[in-house]
């Protein structure tokens, strides 16, 4: 059968990945992107450490990126990006800047990482107080404050599981209880650290029910990434990348939908009679857990790692 009429595969643009080499969520970074374009993933060379400050700068030497951007470039992507959040802040700012460069020069395309795409993410909301959760040790999350007081933000509250390994397997439900613990304070959004934990489709339930912003690595690693490229990120009820959802299910109390409609208890917006116009998916029942009387700032307990009821089997 002729099937010249066809005309062959439409073109793509490209998006370079470099991973750290126990990454397992090739999946969920695809969901954000739209059909025009593809993904072109490869990993760091597996060393035999768990999840660490030594891990995040072993994957982010400037020798690995050189190879592995090199081995993308066969391809022609537009843009690379290091999708590690750990790797890329371990560093600071100043180390930050100095992986970007280091990718730039290696193939001669426009790079970025998770951690330099979060403040960038975080200026195009205007959040500057935040609250923050990690699956990482405490030492992990502490260098993680400490990046994100480099670039000015400050962090109100946190969470952390204390993982060392599987990452990939944490539950939604356990994203929600740390998220829930974190928001203590006054923060103006909600950060979910670790391009190794999911979260496509916890974030716009946190955000109906937080009301406020919630990034989360994945996401702004491939919303920086496609906006190098002039792409938009396909993310519904994500107030980073949907602004029916900046106006809606993240939207702060003040806010009146057009048409004077009404928002309703999930942050949806209401018709003027009272019937739904533009609702996000179902967001989780109840309020946010109260912060039992913690002053602003202060840290909430971690969720320890030997508790079976919150993490799965390793």
């Not at 090739?26 to 025009?36: A, I, K, M, T, Y």
């Not at 374009?37 to 700068?57: C, G, I, K, Y």
């Not at 923050?132 to 404050?145: A, H, I, N, R």
């Amino acid at each position: 059968m002729d099937v010249s009429f066809l005309g062959g595969p439409q073109p793509q643009l490209g998006v370079g990945v470099v991973a750290p080499f126990d990454f397992a969520l090739d999946r969920e970074l695809w969901r954000w992107v739209p059909d025009d374009v593809s993904l072109h993933l490869t990993r760091t060379p597996f060393v035999p450490v768990e999840v660490s400050l030594d891990l995040a700068r072993l994957v982010s030497e400037h020798e690995t990126l050189d190879a592995a951007v090199q081995a993308l470039c066969a391809v022609s992507p537009q843009v690379i990006c290091y999708a590690c959040t750990s790797g890329s802040f371990v560093g600071g700012l100043a180390g930050e800047r100095a992986m970007c460069a280091a990718m730039a020069q290696a193939g001669d395309v426009p790079s970025l990482t998770t951690s330099g795409a979060l403040l960038e993410a975080l200026r195009e909301i205007g959040a500057r107080r935040i609250a923050v959760v990690t699956p990482y040790t405490k030492s992990v999350t502490d260098s993680l404050e400490d990046y994100l007081g480099e670039g000015g933000i400050t962090v109100t509250g946190r969470a952390y599981l204390g993982l060392t390994r599987h990452i990939w397997k944490v539950p939604y439900r356990d994203v929600v209880d740390m998220a829930r613990a974190a928001v203590v304070g006054s923060a103006d959004a909600l950060f979910i650290s670790c391009t190794n934990l999911p979260t496509y489709d916890v974030i716009p339930q946190l955000e109906a029910e937080l009301r406020m912003p919630v990034l989360s690595a994945n996401q702004v690693t491939m919303w920086a990434a496609l906006r190098a490229i002039g792409v938009r990120a396909v993310g519904p009820y994500q107030a980073l990348l949907d602004p029916v959802a900046r106006r809606g299910p993240a939207a702060m109390t003040g806010w009146e939908p057009p048409g004077g409609g009404l928002l309703s208890p999930g942050g949806g917006a209401l018709s003027p009679d009272g019937g739904p116009r533009a609702t996000p998916e179902a967001a989780f029942a109840g309020p946010p857990a109260p912060p039992d009387g913690e002053p602003d700032g202060v840290e909430p307990p971690h969720l320890p790692p030997d508790d079976p009821g919150l993490l799965p089997p390793v």
